[in-house]
């Protein structure tokens, strides 16, 4: 089972589209993290959102942070072809960062 | 800069045989992550040691897996004896501080055992 559980796996959508994915949890982190990984790279950050409630913009991709500090979601206006990749969210547990599994997304040109 | 270096890239092994992946951190980080990668099972953490010191191992699943940091430039993740349900991407990453701070993460080591 995993601790966070991230919805939906996987996502195909034509360039221009709109798009959000979540993150969801039962248990409170200190931070969350989002991530995005490219074919035979390792994951690089993306953001990381501390405060409950909290919204943070990297150009057209959106963070939440849910208010319980539990949740989070990724929106992304616009999809281009370049946004292709694996997104992962990833909670902060005391020392450890614990992942997701996932959202593969593939956006159509 | 440098980034977190791994090798081998590319590792493709018999049954039975001893796998050693090798993790140069990126200078000055005082905390490294052995992460394995499948499909099936995500990203998980294996190990990670803090000033070169083991903090929390939970994460190997069995005694065929060690791994080592002799020094802050260098770490070892060992199978032995490996087993092809051992393939996967193994990442080596590093923080310079607690794991809420951004982790950078290595190119990872591409491991079939078959």
């Known amino acids: 089972t995993q601790l966070l559980e991230q919805s939906p796996q996987f996502l195909s959508i034509q360039e221009g589209e709109n798009l959000t994915v979540y993150c969801n949890s039962s248990s409170v982190f200190s931070s969350l993290q989002w991530y995005r990984q490219e074919p035979g790279e390792g994951p690089v950050l993306l953001v990381t959102v501390v405060t409950g409630g909290e919204v943070k913009k990297l150009k057209r991709l959106t963070f939440q942070f849910g208010d319980a500090r539990k949740d989070s979601s990724l929106h992304i206006t616009a999809a281009q072809p370049g946004d292709t990749g694996l997104y992962l969210c990833a909670g902060a547990r005391g020392n450890k960062l614990v992942f997701g599994a996932g959202t593969i997304l593939r956006v159509k040109s | 800069d440098a980034g977190v270096i791994q090798s081998p890239r590319h590792e493709v092994t018999e049954m039975g045989q001893e796998v050693t992946l090798r993790c140069k951190p990126i200078s000055g980080h005082n905390s490294l992550f052995w992460y394995r990668q499948t499909m099936m099972r995500g990203l998980e953490l294996l190990i990670y040691?803090?000033?070169?010191?083991?903090?929390?191992d939970s994460g190997m699943p069995e005694d065929r897996f060690s791994a080592k940091m002799p020094n802050a430039s260098f770490s070892t993740l060992k199978i032995q004896p490996s087993e092809p349900r051992d393939s996967a991407v193994y990442f080596c990453?590093?923080?310079?501080?607690?794991?809420?701070?951004?982790?950078?993460f290595g190119e990872g080591s591409w491991l079939t055992v078959v």
């Open positions: 990453a590093s923080t310079p501080g607690r794991a809420g701070n951004t982790i950078y």
């Open positions: 040691f803090n000033n070169n010191v083991p903090i929390d």
